[in-house]
């Protein structure tokens, strides 16, 4: 069973940043594709990014590319999610989650939440204008 904590997210103005990160526990997340989604209120949730296993691939959702980067260490059992220039649109409660065990070495990462197993309890990011 695999364990996902997000780190607290928080207020920041629009423009700034902020980093996220999830924790595993109980289970190593060395084979398992990891993907950020986030959902606002009366919203559907939405794909953000996911990385494969590797973390040689990378995949972002159209709004936050260029703007957001999905990473990841292994070693220690944590991927992250760094926000530049929010703006107000990208208030949501953030989750990460993990699709796995995969071996293979071209597994894509899927954009669909059905497609991951384990779910972390999500963190608020508020950006004011």
């Known amino acids: 069973q695999v364990q996902l904590v997000e780190s607290v997210g928080g207020l920041v103005q629009a423009g700034g940043s902020l980093r996220l990160s999830c924790a595993a526990s109980?289970?190593?997340?060395?084979?398992?594709?990891m993907g950020w989604f986030r959902q606002a209120p009366g919203m559907e949730r939405e794909f953000v990014a996911a990385?494969?296993?590797?973390?040689?691939?990378?995949y972002y959702a159209d709004s936050v590319k260029g703007r957001f980067t999905i990473s990841r260490d292994n070693a220690k059992n944590t991927v992250y999610l760094q926000m530049n220039s929010l703006k107000p649109e990208d208030t949501a409660v953030y989750s990460c989650?993990?699709?796995?065990?995969?071996?293979?070495?071209?597994?894509?990462?899927?954009?669909?939440?059905?497609?991951?197993?384990?779910w972390g309890q999500g963190t608020q990011v508020t950006v004011s204008s």
């Open positions: 989650a993990a699709d796995g065990p995969n071996y293979s070495s071209d597994y894509t990462p899927h954009t669909q939440a059905r497609s991951y197993d384990y």
């Open positions: 990385i494969r296993w590797s973390g040689s691939y990378t």
């Open positions: 109980g289970h190593t997340l060395s084979r398992y594709a």
